[in-house]
């Protein structure tokens, strides 16, 4: 039985997303154990912009769910050697919130594709662990990543675990200049296809063939080539078969 995925527009490890995390924290399955929830934090998305970049993702990850009841780790999985690691993946394996922060996703996608941590992960996912990816952790799982220097007219392909063609986070916080990318997005949608806006400081939470769910500070937006909604955090919608 699959667990729940959270796709988050932006915030990871910061308290305005506090109650995003203790919702996510309350239905990974430990509770039913009686136990802390096992959260493994990856840093993966910024693996190119150096060691301190990713001591400051981990380190942030770590006190952020310590802060909020849980035992946690973070794994410095940051190139395709340490995707490969049998530690890591073991650690993963074990996992009750699988948790991905912000970088590339065009790395994130590369350095996770065919590698054990991945493996590992959706065997966790599989067995009932959630899955939390932010921004770009967000925008691996749809089926294309937007090629952001074409303006949307090209992408390269993703993980396409859920339902959705693009998933672009940041969305009430892209500029002017930029809103050409979400449009040239939704032109390339084929029937029955869908774009999702994540804004920032908000998430939304669901199963596959099941309801999601808006947290946070904001809203989500489901786009179709012809038409589009809005809904606001406590709102439920559904992303269609």
């Not at 942030?60 to 946690?72: C, E, N, Q, S």
């Not at 054990?116 to 967000?138: E, H």
């Not at 999601?212 to 489901?222: E, N, Q």
Request: charged share 20%; aromatic share 8%.
């Amino acid at each position: 039985m699959n667990g729940l995925i959270a796709l988050l527009g932006s915030g990871e490890y910061l308290p305005v997303m506090d109650d995003v995390d203790r919702y996510l924290l309350a239905n990974c399955g430990a509770d039913a154990q009686a136990r802390k929830p096992r959260v493994v934090c990856l840093p993966t998305a910024a693996g190119r912009e150096g060691d301190a970049s990713v001591a400051r993702w981990s380190t942030m990850g770590v006190k952020h769910f310590t802060r909020l009841g849980a035992d946690v780790q973070a794994l410095p999985v940051v190139d395709a050697e340490s995707a490969n690691d049998l530690n890591h993946a073991s650690s993963l394996e074990d996992a009750d919130l699988i948790y991905f922060s912000g970088g590339d996703p065009g790395y994130l996608y590369r350095t996770m594709k065919d590698s054990l941590v991945w493996q590992a992960a959706q065997k966790a996912w599989a067995r009932g662990a959630t899955y939390a990816g932010c921004s770009a952790g967000a925008m691996i799982l749809g089926r294309e990543i937007p090629d952001f220097r074409t303006m949307g007219l090209r992408s390269t392909p993703a993980f396409g675990v859920v339902p959705i063609a693009f998933v672009m986070p940041h969305f009430d916080a892209i500029p002017l200049f930029a809103k050409p990318l979400a449009s040239a997005l939704r032109n390339r949608l084929k029937e029955g296809e869908i774009m999702i806006g994540v804004d920032e400081n908000t998430a939304i939470i669901g199963k596959l063939k099941e309801e999601w769910i808006v947290l946070g500070k904001a809203k989500a937006h489901v786009f179709t080539k012809g038409n589009s909604m809005s809904y606001a955090a406590g709102e439920k919608f559904s992303l269609g078969k």
